[in-house]
């Protein structure tokens, strides 16, 4: 019981982020540009962005190069654990001062389990990022999630997982319902969107981001610097959520010290203890992110059509 408590603790403090970015680890000249920009996280990737022949080269130069903990969260992104290049490509990761490893391609939770057995032999302090890009690791979603304590969360690659399943990004929606249940069924953190590779469609990345962000996803990978901001503003609370927030908590503190449980929001909706939850998030987000002006899909100013909408 304590370990399992010590392991909810550790997610619960697990850095937020609202954007990735990958740098290849062949091209760390990059490293600098993107640790000064708008992505909130950073992945070197030691799988699509380094061509085979330069597997090596690109492990040696992680480790060359970082050996002092970045002031941004930094993951590292090995090879499919299937592959002859994750071994070494764990222990070369497990030596670096980074908040997490990303392992692509996750299939079966026994797999990942013998991964993260390694990187616990080495001495590995951070988590560990699945990556679900294949029929298979869908249909075994929910073991990968609970597959070990240093599963933090779950991502989906869109690409690959299309490409395999021979369909387009449209009816990904079942797998991606998949990844919100599986990862808030095993207290993992919500599930991490795929990126968007039209770079030149701003108005549907911010519209399929933004249907994340509803659908329970947080945070989206960036497939170049220009879609951070957007991805970033999808992520961030509007203020009237935030004071939604608050002033919720504040009805909710005030009617059970007096023996009750419901009382009515700001518009005079019904208000419960089960919404504490989604309003303690939105003032940890609030917290790490500071808050927009205002945003299209503010749903805070006044109750919805049938008075059911509240932010989450």
């Avoid at 989906?156 to 387009?168: I, Q, R, V």
């Avoid at 939604?244 to 909706?269: E, F, N, P, S, W």
Wanted: net charge neutral; proline share 5%.
């Amino acid at each position: 019981m304590e370990e399992k408590e010590a392991v909810a603790a550790r997610k619960w403090k697990l850095p937020m982020c609202r954007s990735y970015l990958y740098v290849p680890a062949t091209k760390l000249d990059l490293f600098d540009k993107a640790l000064a920009g708008e992505a909130d996280a950073i992945i070197l990737d030691l799988e699509d962005g380094v061509a085979v022949e330069r597997k090596p080269e690109g492990r040696r130069n992680l480790v060359g190069f970082l050996t002092s903990p970045c002031r941004k969260p930094l993951y590292v992104r090995i090879n499919p654990l299937d592959t002859g290049f994750a071994a070494e490509d764990l222990d070369a990761a497990a030596s670096l001062p980074i908040t997490g490893i990303r392992i692509p391609k996750a299939r079966r939770a026994s797999e990942v389990a013998e991964a993260c057995a390694r990187l616990r032999r080495l001495g590995f302090p951070g988590g560990v990022q699945l990556l679900v890009e294949t029929a298979e690791g869908i249909t075994n979603m929910r073991e990968l999630a609970r597959a070990d304590a240093l599963v933090e969360v779950l991502g989906l690659g869109e690409g690959d997982l299309c490409t395999e399943l021979a369909c387009e990004k449209r009816f990904l929606w079942p797998a991606r319902w998949e990844a919100v249940l599986a990862s808030r069924a095993a207290g993992l953190q919500r599930p991490i969107q795929g990126g968007h590779p039209a770079l030149a469609d701003s108005e549907d990345l911010e519209l399929t981001t933004r249907e994340g962000r509803q659908a329970g996803f947080f945070g989206r990978i960036a497939l170049h610097p220009s879609q951070l901001a957007t991805i970033n503003r999808v992520y961030t609370r509007c203020i009237h959520e935030v004071e939604y927030a608050r002033d919720a908590l504040a009805r909710l503190d005030d009617v059970i010290g007096k023996g009750q449980r419901t009382t009515r929001d700001m518009h005079g909706r019904y208000l419960s203890e089960w919404y504490r939850t989604s309003a303690e998030r939105i003032l940890r987000e609030f917290d790490r992110f500071g808050a927009l002006e205002s945003c299209p899909e503010c749903r805070s100013g006044g109750p919805a059509p049938g008075g059911t909408s509240y932010p989450r």
